[in-house]
């Protein structure tokens, strides 16, 4: 279970006293309007018609940081059938792609539509409070789903807490092709193949940090994400590893050669905190930066 996180949704003092919401619809207005801060999902539509043939509606659907589609669906209370909603429009998704790429261009742009990863749609439920037996759907299921608990606190500010979340069954990967070439392609295989062994640490620290953590693969990166992002891996290369955080670099130690601000250049991950990791000590260093991104996604 992840920390509880607060949203600011105006101004002013929290109550103490946590609250459901009066209507469904007023828990789904207050996400909509701040969907990619809390759930780190850029919008794209509202009430979504399936059609007639179809005959449903999606509460809200978005394209997160990593070019994933979602559908979010929304509950006051405790609902023993949201999951089941969301799987019944995920699978209506997953038949009708070129309508929701559309839908990205029209709202995002042809770049976007483009980049959709199909392999890792999710769903994300947000309601008053979740049963043991949703929980247990959730790992059982071959999709990447999400159980977000919020409670109202005062009239201004709102707490979600990702209860369960589980990243489906992706498809293993296929084999590689068996390395040939000259003595010095072989080298660079070799130097490469350091690297990945790197890469495979790093990879192990990342999901070390909590339970709460997923990871998807796209084509230019590996994101581990709690709700959103908070490291991005990029392949390795000839001699390093690079990682983008979600740490503010104004609040870390930035270290020629290790640390870097990227904040406005373009790179391949989400984060503006860059680390290029060469060796096992760069790992070590490198972990107090991890749990400092780790604590903000």
Not at 55 to 71: F, K, M, Q, W
Not at 173 to 186: C, N, Y
Request: hydrophobic share 40%; charged share 25%; aromatic share 8%.
């Amino acid at each position: 279970m992840s920390d509880l996180k607060l949203f600011n949704t105006k101004s002013g003092v929290t109550e103490v006293a946590p609250r459901l919401a009066e209507a469904e619809a007023d828990v789904q207005d207050l996400v909509e309007g701040h969907m990619e801060a809390m759930l780190g999902v850029r919008f794209l539509a509202s009430e979504y018609s399936t059609g007639p043939v179809h005959g449903g509606r999606i509460d809200s659907l978005g394209l997160d940081e990593n070019g994933a589609p979602v559908i979010v669906e929304y509950k006051r209370g405790t609902d023993a059938g949201v999951i089941n909603q969301g799987l019944f429009y995920m699978a209506w998704l997953l038949d009708h792609r070129d309508t929701f790429r559309h839908l990205v261009r029209d709202r995002l742009g042809a770049h976007a539509a483009a980049q959709v990863l199909w392999s890792a749609p999710r769903l994300i439920c947000v309601a008053g409070d979740f049963t043991r037996y949703d929980i247990h759907a959730v790992r059982e299921h071959r999709h990447a789903i999400d159980l977000v608990r919020y409670r109202y606190f005062g009239s201004e500010h709102v707490g979600l807490e990702t209860v369960a979340s589980f990243a489906g069954r992706a498809a293993s990967p296929k084999g590689g092709s068996r390395s040939r070439g000259t003595a010095k392609a072989q080298r660079a295989v070799a130097e490469v193949g350091v690297m990945a062994e790197l890469a495979a640490a790093v990879d192990e620290v990342l999901l070390g940090l909590g339970e709460d953590l997923t990871k998807v693969s796209n084509a230019t990166y590996t994101a581990y994400r709690r709700m959103q992002n908070y490291a991005c891996l990029v392949p390795p290369k000839k001699t390093k590893l690079l990682v983008y955080l979600k740490a503010d670099p104004t609040a870390v130690d930035l270290v020629p050669g290790f640390a870097r601000d990227v904040t406005g250049l373009g790179h391949h991950g989400t984060g503006d905190l860059e680390l290029t990791l060469q060796s096992e000590r760069d790992l070590e260093r490198a972990a107090d930066y991890f749990r400092q991104s780790y604590a903000l996604a």
